[in-house]
């Protein structure tokens, strides 16, 4: 969400490319179903304390694994929470995981890799020997690891994705930046005797950002799944608090008694996973400079 | 050597990573105030390569200046810090790119950007630099210029947008304008209003300008001084009048006679033959030797720019031509 509200402000100051932009979005059908699906979780997860649900924490003893009926829309977990309101909640735990880390990713990732483009020599040389190191764990594996170092708790699940997505933020500004570097604006930038600073962050920055943007939407969905593995492994978010993975990794337990209690949680993971994929992949044509 | 000169560039040598030979050769040139001073030639001639060192702007590596001095108003271009640098450039010493169409940042409002140079090289405020922005998008005459003040480049067209880089390059009082191919990327309606504009512009001011080219009729029009380039070295220099009406390298007669002109012309338009050879395959010596008709052994060695007086100088072994060689040059057109 840091990433989208940055680029709200910055196309602003693109007004006509906007519209283009936007005009091309809302053709896309796959996309614009992208983000009603991820702004419906997004709306959900933020009037999460004001909807009409019992709290993700209540026990009802009397209700334990019941299926779905009308006091319990999605049926109770194996100690009588309700499944709705956890899911609900759990969607706070996930959307947040998967922003904050991105956000981590980013924010560490882009100043590193517009560094290394635009200094070369051997700051690119140090920068890149350390983002080829990373990339060559697997991202999940690496998380996990960093997770566990780390000790199980959503802050730090977070802040272990996001290390883990660094890499990929890095590369992605450094072969931006290089490749804004040739632009003729920046050459004639440079004749006019800017500064290193100003030539960073009015020349490159904004014009690196709508790559940005895009990964940064495709990257919270590998989030959203890393932060699930990991709570399903128990080093992300701790009960009683409610997050879809570790939900699931209770559920397994159920399936064939409290089928539901799995059901639910997997089909949010999806959807959500979804949601941001066609959303990413709906920004990445809008924002494609190839149709303009 | 006059005591006025603003620029004197001398023995600037330009090596490329990989490539023996130099791919620019002891290039030298002096520019006095006011004075404007074209550089001819075909594509990968050096003529670019040349301004881009003025301006401290060679992609090192791979390109390494490895020797010359350029002396702008007593001070080394070539071997001054960097920090140094930044503030003659764009300051006493602007650029005009050739391509107005990606030169300007597609993120930033014309106004912006031309403020932008003014608040880094005048240390005036916000406003006061906006106000200059304005000034200077009506000096360039720009229709409309407080609209266009705060519309991005993609809504003004090649022209306009060409006039915006004017506007920029001259907004500090730039003592000396380096325009590489201003005109090349618009039609030639606009490419007519912008070396106007160009010219009365260097008038009110006084700048002087180095104006790199491949089209005579802009020399025609601009150049006080003509440096016509060949393989990385400037085989023959002179002013304008020199140049035009008394070629004397048979590379110069080519380019004179395959210009296009109106009217009747007798038989086709003169080429000169092959083209340019790659810079790792520049023959020694005379580097035009391989595509000239009038090759001897003589030019194996490289020939010196030799002075026929009146500074009209020129690197050719046949120079200067004997009254029987100068029409049989020009009429095979090399």
């Known amino acids: 969400m840091t990433s989208l509200a940055t680029n709200l402000a910055t196309s602003e100051a693109l007004p006509r490319r906007q519209s283009r932009v936007w005009r091309k979005f809302r053709s896309n059908k796959a996309a614009l179903l992208g983000g009603i699906i991820v702004a419906f979780f997004v709306i959900v997860a933020l009037l999460a304390p004001l909807l009409p649900v019992p709290g993700p924490a209540v026990t009802d003893w009397g209700a334990v694994r019941q299926g779905p009926s009308a006091a319990h829309p999605f049926g109770t977990d194996e100690i009588g929470r309700d499944v709705l309101s956890r899911m609900i909640w759990g969607a706070r735990a996930s959307l947040m995981a998967g922003v904050v880390s991105v956000g981590i990713a980013v924010l560490v990732g882009v100043p590193l890799g517009v560094l290394s483009g635009y200094l070369r020599g051997w700051t690119d040389a140090a920068i890149s020997r350390v983002t080829e190191a990373l990339l060559a764990a697997p991202f999940l594996i690496l998380a996990i690891a960093l997770a566990a170092f780390l000790g199980p708790s959503l802050t730090n699940a977070m802040i272990a994705i996001g290390i883990s997505a660094v890499p990929i933020f890095i590369r992605l500004a450094r072969g931006q930046t290089m490749s804004v570097m040739t632009e003729d604006y920046v050459e004639s930038a440079r004749a006019v005797g800017l500064t290193h600073w100003a030539l960073i962050t009015r020349y490159i920055v904004p014009n690196i950002f709508p790559p940005i943007l895009v990964q940064g939407t495709l990257t919270i969905a590998t989030a959203i799944i890393a932060e699930a593995s990991l709570s399903f492994l128990g080093l992300g978010q701790q009960p009683p608090a409610p997050s879809w993975g570790s939900m699931l990794n209770v559920a397994k337990n159920f399936l064939e008694q409290a089928p539901w209690m799995a059901l639910y949680p997997g089909a949010a993971i999806f959807l959500v996973v979804l949601g941001f994929n066609l959303l990413g992949d709906g920004l990445r044509d809008a924002l494609d400079p190839r149709d303009h | ?334």
Not at chain 2, 93 to 98: C, E, L, R, S, V
Not at chain 2, 99 to 120: C, D, F, K
Not at chain 2, 138 to 155: C, F, G, M, T, W
């Open chain 2, 1 to 334: 050597m006059t005591a006025t000169a603003l620029l004197e560039l001398e023995g600037l040598t330009i090596a490329l990573k990989g490539v023996d030979q130099p791919i620019v050769d002891n290039v030298g040139f002096t520019l006095a105030r006011g004075e404007t001073l074209c550089i001819v030639g075909e594509s990968g001639c050096g003529k670019s390569l040349t301004s881009l060192a003025l301006m401290g702007l060679l992609q090192t590596p791979p390109l390494t200046v490895t020797r010359g001095m350029a002396r702008f108003a007593g001070e080394d271009l070539l071997a001054m810090p960097a920090a140094r640098l930044r503030q003659i450039r764009g300051g006493r010493m602007a650029m005009i790119f050739q391509e107005p169409m990606t030169s300007l940042n597609p993120g930033l409002r014309i106004g912006e950007q031309i403020a932008e140079s003014v608040r880094r090289h005048k240390g005036v405020g916000q406003a006061e630099a906006r106000a200059r922005a304005l000034e200077m998008l009506r000096r360039v005459r720009i229709p409309a210029p407080e609209k266009r003040l705060d519309e991005y480049p993609h809504q003004l067209s090649g022209g306009m947008r060409q006039r915006a880089m004017i506007a920029m390059a001259l907004a500090n009082d730039p003592e000396l304008l380096i325009a590489d191919e201003p005109t090349t990327a618009l039609d030639v309606t606009i490419q007519a209003q912008i070396l106007k504009l160009m010219k009365s512009l260097q008038q009110e001011t006084g700048a002087a300008m180095v104006l790199i080219t491949h089209d005579l009729g802009v020399v025609a029009e601009m150049a006080d001084k003509v440096a016509v380039m060949y393989g990385g070295r400037i085989i023959e220099t002179g002013t304008a009048e020199q140049v035009f009406t008394d070629p004397q390298h048979p590379y110069t007669i080519g380019l004179m006679s395959s210009m296009p002109s109106l009217g009747a012309r007798s038989g086709r338009l003169v080429t000169v033959p092959g083209t340019v050879p790659q810079p790792t395959a520049m023959p020694p010596g005379c580097r035009f030797s391989t595509r000239c008709p009038f090759a001897t052994g003589a030019c194996a060695t490289v020939p010196p720019l030799t002075d026929l007086g009146a500074g009209h100088r020129v690197a050719c072994a046949h120079a200067p031509l004997t009254a029987t060689e100068a029409p049989a040059m020009r009429s095979t057109g090399t």
